[in-house]
């Protein structure tokens, strides 16, 4: 498979609450193949969350290495840090995140503001993500006017809209039904298959990580299992 | 992101909000307005002394009779003649600096034009005080050189006293009766409205000054006059005329050194240009005054762009999370407080100019737009919005995105 896709060692992150000291992870060492599927597990609290923001490059690890698609990123600056996430990284939230005054499209269109790309370009390539998560025909409806599930394709759309290597999908069906779910997880696994993009998941539903195929398990802050998912 | 990326997220989350932003705009528009209104009515009043610093007459002195001691009763200036018909020549001829010189007797008489009577201002005056004074007449003709050699009856009549005669008739040829002696009116002088004092300089009646001495109000003083004007050659002569108007009178009135003069110089340029000063300082004490407005204005933007940020944590959570930099929040909030701050500054202006149009309008005070005061007023203004918005797009942009995106 080539570099892998992200690879992490020795990761430690450790907050200060005032006197008292969290450590949010311990030494974790974890390597990530290219357009793999991943899916974290973990009670709340287990570090899983801390593991997507420093994967995400929304942080950055007290010690240790990571390594995105062979560079080193721990310790780049915010600005450097904004440019890997715009270019390489798509984030999924559990609350969709959509900003409430702007249509489906201009959401979509988003990311592709902060770097300049021509405003022809960035519909087109806006309406291309949308058809890709099937909810063209919602492109100038708000986020107000969607469904939950609905919703949570435009900002997959918006995820994908940068092409990029790594998507961080965080309970992105916590808020929908199970029929929606599956269908939202369906859309996922035919990313990773199609378009070869990694895609690591966090969720605490065991059915959800069963979309995945391979499964990692957090404990106060260090993985305890991680095992492939066997054929459904 | 670039600039007009920016300005269109900014309209559209100012649009959002619109009461809101139109309270924090008044602001601005009230500042603004106040600014170009204190501007304008300083720079009115300004012009309208400058006005009458010209219908005095330019590089213009004056001499005033008096303050002499006699028996131990010392009087003040005008208060007894002193001057003459002779000082007055002598001034003309003989100070190189000195262009005109006109003597002056100023009495008070009942003018009676038929049934009709007016109680004005007598002045007795050569041809050259027209000439001083710089005083067209808009009919008819001043009185000769001549005339006053012959202390003719000839009158010319101010606006004021001829409206108040002959109304609607044309004054011209007509005799009038200044203490029951009759008078033919050869001239009518333009207006020349208000003196500085507030005085009105067009309620007046000129007759040759040797007429007003023998006919008129002949007194124990022969040959003696009131004020004498003077006009200097230009305006920078204006000192040298006033040192040797002084000398030539103190030699001719045998004053010796260290003694009082029984006369005094008065610079009517420097007066009014003192004048000028202190309405320059009210016009700028105004424009501060409303400068703090202003002020007032930048901190509303900022109180509400503090608050607008704080609202919209989590939108700036998201933008960061898709890469938005430092600056791309940064330069989005700023340009949010520059579009409020220089909108309502273009609100204030056009309030501003319609303002000082109802003053001038309604008031009657005289007021004038410069635009540079408008050019100031509205830099200012976007000046006030960077000031103030820095703060708050700072704080914006240095958010935490993870922090951001989890604030409810």
Known sequence: MGTPSIEIRNLCKTYHLGEVSVEALRDVTLSIGRGEFLAVMGASGSGKSTLMNILGCLDRPTSGAYRLDGEDVGMLSRDALAGIRRKKIGFVFQGFNLLARMTALENVELPMIYDDTPSATRRERAREALRAVGILDRERHLPSQMSGGQQQRVAIARAIVNTPSLLLADEPTGNLDTATSAEIMKTFQGLADERGITLVLVTHETDIAQYSKRIVRFRDGMIVSDNPVGPR | ?408
């Open chain 2, 1 to 408: 992101m670039n600039l007009y990326a920016a300005s269109k997220v900014a309209y559209r989350s100012l649009r959002a909000n619109k009461m809101r932003s139109i309270l924090t705009m008044l602001g601005m528009i009230i500042g603004v307005a106040a600014v170009i209104a204190m501007v304008a009515i300083g720079a009115g009043a300004n012009e309208r002394i400058s006005a009458q610093i010209a219908s005095i007459g330019s590089n213009l002195i004056m001499i005033l009779p008096g303050s002499t001691t006699s028996g131990g009763l010392r009087s003040g200036f005008g208060g007894v003649p002193t001057l003459t018909m002779g000082d007055a020549r002598a001034i003309g001829k003989e100070i190189p600096a000195v262009g005109l010189a006109g003597p002056t007797i100023r009495n008070t008489a009942p003018v009676v034009y038929g049934n009709q009577n007016w109680s004005t201002i007598i002045q007795g005056v050569t041809p050259e005080y027209f000439q001083i004074r710089e005083w067209m007449v808009v009919g008819g003709r001043y009185f000769t050189a001549a005339e006053v050699e012959a202390a003719a009856k000839v009158a010319v009549l101010g606006q004021t006293v001829s409206n108040s005669l002959f109304g609607e008739e044309n004054p011209i040829g007509k005799i009038v009766r200044i203490k029951r002696v009759p008078f033919t009116v050869v001239g009518i002088l333009e207006k020349k409205g208000q003196s500085p004092q507030g005085q009105d300089q067009d309620d007046v009646v000129a007759v040759p000054i040797t007429t007003s001495q023998k006919k008129l109000f002949g007194s124990a003083h022969v040959g003696m006059v009131g004020v004498i004007l003077v006009q200097a050659v230009n305006g920078d002569s204006v000192k040298d005329a006033e040192k040797q108007v002084v000398d030539l009178l103190r030699q001719r009135h045998r004053i010796g050194p260290g003694q009082e003069p029984d006369f005094s110089v008065r610079n009517l340029s420097e007066m009014l240009a003192v004048a000028e000063a202190s309405t320059r300082i009210m016009s700028l004490l105004l424009g501060a005054i409303a400068s703090v407005s202003l002020l007032v204005g930048g901190i509303g933007i900022m109180n509400i762009m503090l608050v607008s940020v704080t609202e919209r944590t989590r939108e700036i959570g998201i933008r960061m999370a898709v890469g938005a930099r430092e600056r791309d929040i940064l330069l989005q909030f700023l340009i949010e407080a520059l579009v409020l701050a220089v909108t309502g500054g273009t609100i204030g202006i056009l309030v501003g100019v319609g303002g000082s149009w109802m003053i001038s309008k309604f008031a009657g005070w005289s007021t004038m737009i410069s635009t540079g005061a408008v050019l100031v007023a509205f830099g200012f203004s976007g000046a006030v919005g960077i000031f103030f918005g820095f703060y708050p797009a700072r704080k914006a942009s240095r958010l935490d995105p993870i922090e951001a995106l989890r604030y409810e």
